[in-house]
C-alpha cells in the first residue's frame, strides 16, 4: 500500500475557520468515526468562541501562542505546549497581538471506552528454558535521510 501524503498549511486551509470563529482558516486533515484531526491558523485577535462538545480534544500549539480556556481558568499557551479540553465542558482558545497555529486532535466520546476489547494483545507461551525477562537492547540514532523533493508551491517553505 503506498503511503498517503495529506496536505495542510498555506494554500490548503479553508478561509472561513469552524463555526463560531472568526480571524482563524483550517483545515481538517482526517475524519471518521473515531476522531477529527484539523490544523487551524488563528491570525492576530482571532477566536474560538466557548462552546463545548461531547469529545475529548487536544489543542497542541505547533506555532506562535495566545490563550486557552477550559471551564472559567485561562492560561497563556505556546509552540510545544498542549491543552486538554475535556468532553462536555466549555472550552475556547484565541490570539490578541500574535498568530498562532494548532492541531487539534477530537477523539470520539468522553474516554476510550467505546475502543476497549478491540484492541486485545497477543501474549506468546515461553518454551522450555526460556526466560520471561527482557535482554537489554542496543540501539543507536539513525542518520537523517534525504529529504524527497520539496514543491516551493506546495505551502510553507521548507
Same mark, same amino acid.
Not at 510545544?80 to 487539534?104: C, F, L, N, Q, Y
Not at 468522553?110 to 497477543?122: K, N, S, V
Given at each position: 500500500?503506498?503511503? $498517503?501524503?495529506?496536505?495542510?498549511?498555506?494554500?490548503?486551509? *479553508?478561509?472561513?475557520?469552524?463555526?463560531?470563529? %472568526?480571524?482563524?482558516?483550517?483545515? +481538517?486533515? %482526517?475524519?471518521?468515526?473515531?476522531?477529527?484531526?484539523? $490544523?487551524?491558523?488563528?491570525?492576530?485577535?482571532?477566536?474560538?468562541? !466557548? %462552546?463545548?462538545? #461531547?469529545?475529548?480534544?487536544?489543542?497542541?500549539?505547533?506555532?506562535?501562542?495566545?490563550?486557552?480556556?477550559?471551564?472559567?481558568? *485561562?492560561?497563556?499557551?505556546?509552540?510545544?505546549?498542549?491543552?486538554?479540553? !475535556?468532553?462536555? +465542558?466549555?472550552?475556547?482558545?484565541?490570539?490578541?497581538?500574535?498568530?498562532?497555529? &494548532?492541531? +487539534?486532535?477530537?477523539?470520539?466520546?468522553?474516554?476510550?471506552?467505546?475502543?476497549?476489547?478491540?484492541?486485545?494483545?497477543?501474549?506468546?507461551?515461553?518454551? !522450555?528454558?526460556?526466560?520471561?525477562?527482557?535482554?537489554?537492547? $542496543?540501539? *543507536?540514532?539513525?542518520? #537523517?535521510?534525504?529529504? #524527497? &523533493?520539496?514543491?516551493?508551491?506546495?505551502?510553507? #517553505?521548507?
Amino acid at each position: 500500500m503506498p503511503i $498517503e501524503i495529506l496536505r495542510f498549511g498555506v494554500g490548503h486551509r *479553508r478561509a472561513d475557520g469552524p463555526s463560531g470563529t %472568526h480571524g482563524i482558516s483550517g483545515r +481538517v486533515i %482526517h475524519s471518521d468515526a473515531r476522531g477529527v484531526i484539523s $490544523e487551524l491558523a488563528f491570525a492576530r485577535a482571532a477566536a474560538i468562541e !466557548p %462552546h463545548s462538545n #461531547p469529545n475529548t480534544t487536544y489543542f497542541v500549539v505547533i506555532e506562535g501562542g495566545g490563550w486557552v480556556a477550559v471551564g472559567e481558568e *485561562r492560561l497563556r499557551i505556546a509552540a510545544g505546549e498542549a491543552a486538554v479540553w !475535556p468532553a462536555d +465542558v466549555s472550552h475556547a482558545a484565541w490570539t490578541e497581538t500574535s498568530e498562532m497555529r &494548532a492541531i +487539534v486532535v477530537e477523539f470520539a466520546g468522553r474516554d476510550d471506552a467505546a475502543a476497549r476489547g478491540i484492541l486485545e494483545g497477543w501474549a506468546r507461551r515461553l518454551g !522450555p528454558g526460556e526466560s520471561g525477562a527482557a535482554a537489554r537492547g $542496543e540501539g *543507536r540514532l539513525v542518520s #537523517p535521510s534525504r529529504s #524527497p &523533493a520539496v514543491d516551493p508551491t506546495a505551502g510553507e #517553505p521548507s
